[in-house]
Each structure stands twice: as C-alpha cells, then as structure tokens.
C-alpha cells in the first residue's frame, strides 16, 4: 500500500507561482498525476508523468504547469506559473505502480491517491 502526502498549498496572486509536492511512503517507479477540484466541480486532470520522464498536460494548464518527478527520494512535483484564479482548487497526487500513463489523463486508472492540498488564487 503506497501513502501519498500532499504539501506546499498556499494563496497567491493572480499571475504568480508556486509549487505543490507530494512524496509516497516507497519508491514508485511508475505511472504519477496531478489532479484538482475546483469549487462545486469533479475532480479533473491537470498533468502525468511516466515513469520514464515522458508528460503529458491537460489543455487548461499547458504552458503554465510543469510536473516533474524526483525518484530517489519518491517525490512529485507540480510547478506553476501565471496562476489564475480559476487554478484555485484541492489539488491531489496520484500514482499506480505501471511504468506507462494513460494517453488521457483518466483519474480511474490510478490505484493510490493523496488527500490533497489547497491552491487559492485570488485577484
């Protein structure tokens, strides 16, 4: 069982940045994501990473986010620039233990998820 711990919410500006990590209890050497819910919306998809390096954005976000994945010490980041406030949500962590992600960001695919950090962005 892989615990994910989410951390580094905070409230920003509009237009400025910051960066949200997650760190799992054992190494993953697999599939990971970010995901976010909006206020009074589902949960949706904002970028993966394979296990080899290879990412993949969700158009809201192309351009501004950056996920990035340090494995030596079982961390996942997600760097975000050009905030807005319709960035503001819970943002979630998830991961499943297979090396390739989805082509679409789809949250039923991934076995372990964290409980989530608060991003406010406000203007």
């Known amino acids: 069982q892989v615990q994910l711990a989410e951390s580094g919410g905070d409230s920003v500006q509009t237009g400025g940045s910051l960066t949200i990590t997650c760190v799992a209890s054992?190494?993953?050497?697999?599939?990971l994501a970010w995901f976010r819910q909006r206020p009074g919306k589902e949960r949706e998809p904002v970028a993966e990473?394979?296990?080899?390096?290879?990412?993949i954005y969700d158009d809201a976000v192309k351009g501004r986010f950056t996920i990035a994945r340090y494995d030596p010490t079982n961390t996942l980041y997600l760097h975000m620039n050009n905030l807005k406030p319709d960035d503001t949500a819970l943002y979630f962590c998830?991961?499943?233990?297979?090396?390739?992600?989805?082509?679409?960001?789809?949250?039923?695919?991934?076995?372990?998820w964290g409980r989530g950090t608060q991003v406010t962005v406000s203007s």
């Open positions: 998830a991961a499943r233990d297979v090396g390739t992600c989805p082509a679409k960001i789809s949250a039923w695919f991934f076995d372990y």
């Open positions: 054992t190494r993953n050497n697999g599939c």
């Open positions: 990473i394979y296990g080899d390096g290879y990412k």
